[in-house]
C-alpha cells in the first residue's frame, strides 16, 4: 500500500532550528511536496522536490534521497508564526497526492 | 484577489438530507480536487477534474458526486448526508494535473452531519 509518515507533533524553541522527517512508500514517485497549514486555516503550497538534494527557499529548505524514500523539512531562525502544521505529500504514478497526517509545529519563546 | 471560493464555511446538517457545496476558482486552472481532512488523517482525496467536463473517483468517493460543466465551477454533492461526512472539505486547482502541481486551496467548509 501506499503510506507517508511524519511524526506527530514537535516543539521548538524560537530562534532555533528544527527539522521535520517524512518517509514516503508510493506505486511510482512523481515528486515530493511541503505544504504549510496554520489552524482553523486551508494549507500553503511551500516546497516541491523531484531531484535528490536540498532545495532551499529562505529560511525553509527542503531535502531528497528517492533512494531512502525519505525527505525533511528544516526550518531556520524559527517564529512564533512558524507555530502550524507540516504536510508531507509524495505524488504517485498516476499523479495523484498521498498525503501524511501532518507534523504539529509547537514554537515556545 | 484571485483564488479559490468556498460555500458554505460552516453548516450543519441533518442526517439523510441533501447537501452540495460550492467551489469556484478564478485562475483558470484546469485540474480542480475535492479533499477531507479528519483530525489524525491525511487529507483524502473524495473527487478529481483534471478538466473541464471531465471527472474522476479518487481515495474516498462513496457517497459524494461532482460535476464539471465548466472551468470556474466544481461543486461537491452529498446526496444523503450521514455522520461519517463529518469533516472539514477543501476544495483545491492546480494549473494541471501534472507538472510541478503547486495546489491552492480554498478556505475550507466545515460540515456537521447530526
Known amino acids: 500500500g501506499q503510506n507517508i509518515d511524519q511524526p506527530t507533533e514537535m516543539t521548538a524553541t524560537e530562534g532555533a532550528i528544527v527539522q521535520i522527517n517524512c518517509t514516503y512508500q508510493t506505486s511510482g514517485f512523481n515528486g515530493l511536496f511541503w505544504y504549510q497549514q496554520h489552524a482553523g486555516e486551508a494549507p500553503t503550497f511551500l516546497s516541491y522536490?523531484?531531484l535528490d538534494g536540498l532545495e532551499e527557499k529562505g529560511r525553509f529548505s527542503s531535502f531528497l534521497s528517492r533512494s531512502k524514500g525519505y525527505s525533511y523539512l528544516l526550518l531556520k531562525e524559527l517564529q512564533m508564526k512558524d507555530s502550524a502544521s507540516y504536510l508531507c505529500?509524495?505524488?504517485?504514478?498516476?499523479?495523484?497526492?498521498?498525503w501524511g497526517a501532518g507534523t504539529k509545529l509547537i514554537i515556545k519563546p | 484577489i484571485a483564488g479559490i471560493t468556498q460555500a458554505p464555511t460552516s453548516q450543519i446538517l441533518a442526517a439523510g438530507r441533501r447537501m452540495t457545496l460550492r467551489c469556484t476558482q478564478d485562475?483558470?486552472?484546469?485540474?480542480m480536487y475535492w479533499y477531507r481532512q479528519d483530525l489524525g488523517l491525511g487529507l483524502r482525496l473524495i473527487h478529481y477534474s483534471n478538466t473541464a467536463g471531465t471527472t474522476g473517483k479518487g481515495e474516498v468517493p462513496d457517497g459524494y458526486s461532482v460535476s464539471r460543466a465548466n472551468t470556474d465551477d466544481f461543486p461537491l454533492t452529498l446526496a444523503s448526508a450521514v455522520p461519517s461526512q463529518t469533516s472539514v472539505y477543501f476544495c483545491a486547482s492546480s494549473p494541471t494535473g501534472g507538472g510541478t502541481g503547486e495546489l491552492f486551496f480554498g478556505e475550507g467548509s466545515r460540515l456537521t452531519v447530526l
Open positions: 522536490n523531484v
Open positions: 505529500a509524495a505524488r504517485d504514478s498516476n499523479y495523484q497526492l498521498i
Open positions: 485562475m483558470r486552472h484546469n485540474a
